[in-house]
């Protein structure tokens, strides 16, 4: 198993904008979190990192540790704050933080789409208003033209799944709702929209890479001796991990529950697969969760676990979904790969064992082109606030001070040496 990765790997980290910005005033994320009983603690995005006016100083961070690569989104709300109205300072102010990453040998994937829409959109009726297709779409097509020759690396929409699942099943994210047929209407619309947005991209940059961000996890029964379970993992792992990835490769959404979809034009709208994983996820049946198809996530005991028991600490897992990801026959990035730590006691480890599963995938054929490690920084973690952190640097949101970790030095060298120490 090789200890260096191959020439031209991508080491970077990722971040989104409304968690890195801050003031993003006009997103349907700033409106909900004002209500009481939304974010952990009451707390607020505010500021967040103050990425909006100062974001060259994390890129210095960056350069730094050695990053030839970072991974970042841009606000819709900020270039379109009302229906039509383009802000052309904000264009200019991302077309800034862009060359700035490209000044410092750094290659940017944009992200246009990561949890959040422009209030205005929201009003409509956000991922269920019929204009949201071709809305998403023009609003692609001008950045991606501003943005020509600053990028040409782009994901469409980030984690849509369990986006939507938060949105629309849930209840955690806006619109808070809890209704399955609202849900499979917003991911209909979800691979509409990208699908005319790999098209707009394209468009614009006939030789762009287009991907998506699917958060993979491994869905394994608790109860590995019985049927039933073993028969409910594998339909939540399809419906989960490969619906929406399956439904970009053959333009037709098939699901759980009859559900059978035509989406001929997003056949063949994937030009790599971006990877996000985290941890993975053990269920049980149960009759009390009708809510949920009768499935019930489990909290396992005696594993080792991120802070607030966020996750399971499972590197095999990671090394199982590159592995399956290799029958789409697309290259393959890892956009985003870590986990809450704030006195850094399990950051070290979780990366080496990470990549040490990354390098065994390379060398079992799955065609790894990148690791982004989520975050370089702490940054506001939706509906957990700010008590989840996530950051390779510490960061105090009231004086906004970063504090590098250990593990900060050590991903600096992996990077340095494209490989493991």
């Known amino acids: 198993m090789p200890m260096r990765f191959p020439e031209g790997f991508r080491w970077g980290t990722a971040t989104s904008a409304y968690q890195v910005e801050g003031n993003n005033t006009a997103s349907d994320w700033w409106q909900w979190e004002q209500a009481p009983g939304r974010v952990r603690g009451g707390d607020r995005s505010g500021q967040a990192c103050d990425w909006w006016r100062r974001a060259e100083r994390d890129f210095d961070l960056m350069a730094g540790i050695h990053q030839n690569a970072a991974r970042l989104s841009v606000e819709w709300s900020r270039l379109e704050p009302q229906p039509g109205r383009w802000d052309e300072a904000a264009e200019a102010r991302y077309r800034e933080m862009l060359g700035g990453l490209r000044q ?78 609202a849900f499979v209407r917003a991911l209909r619309a979800s691979v509409r929209a990208h699908a005319a947005a790999y098209r707009a991209i394209h468009d614009a940059q006939p030789a762009a890479r287009v991907g998506v961000a699917a958060y993979l996890r491994p869905v394994q029964p608790v109860d590995q001796r019985s049927s039933l379970h073993r028969w409910l993992a594998r339909r939540l792992d399809h419906a989960l991990n490969w619906m929406h990835l399956d439904a970009l490769r053959s333009g037709g959404l098939v699901g759980p529950g009859g559900l059978h979809i035509q989406v001929p034009e997003a056949a063949g709208t994937l030009d790599f697969v971006g990877v996000n994983y985290y941890t993975r996820t053990r269920i049980v049946f149960d009759l009390r969760r009708p809510r949920t198809f009768f499935v019930r996530a489990d909290r396992p005991y005696g594993v080792e676990m ?116």
């Open 306 to 421: 991120s802070d607030a028991d966020y996750g399971e600490v499972y590197p095999d897992g990671l090394l199982a979904m590159l592995l399956e990801v290799r029958c789409y026959g697309l290259p393959v990035y890892i956009t985003e790969n870590g986990l809450p730590d704030g006195d850094d006691d399990l950051r070290p480890r979780f990366i080496t064992d990470h990549l040490l599963r990354v390098a065994q995938a390379i060398s079992e054929g799955s065609p790894v082109r990148g690791y982004y490690h989520w975050s370089l920084i702490d940054n506001f973690e939706w509906a957990d606030g700010w008590g989840l952190r996530f950051g390779l640097y510490a960061l105090d949101p009231l004086t906004q001070v970063r504090t590098p970790r250990p593990s900060a030095a050590l991903y600096g060298e992996i990077c340095r040496q494209n490989g493991l120490p």
């Open 104 to 181: 410092r040998g750094i290659e940017p994937l944009v992200t246009l789409n990561h949890f959040t829409l422009p209030q205005w959109v929201a009003d409509r009726g956000g991922w269920l208003w019929d204009g949201i297709v071709p809305a998403f779409a023009a609003f692609t097509s001008r950045f991606v033209r501003a943005a020509v020759p600053l990028v040409d690396f782009w994901i469409t929409v980030n984690e849509p799944v369990g986006y939507l699942i938060s949105a629309y099943l849930q209840g955690r994210f806006p619109p808070g709702r809890a209704n399955p047929l």
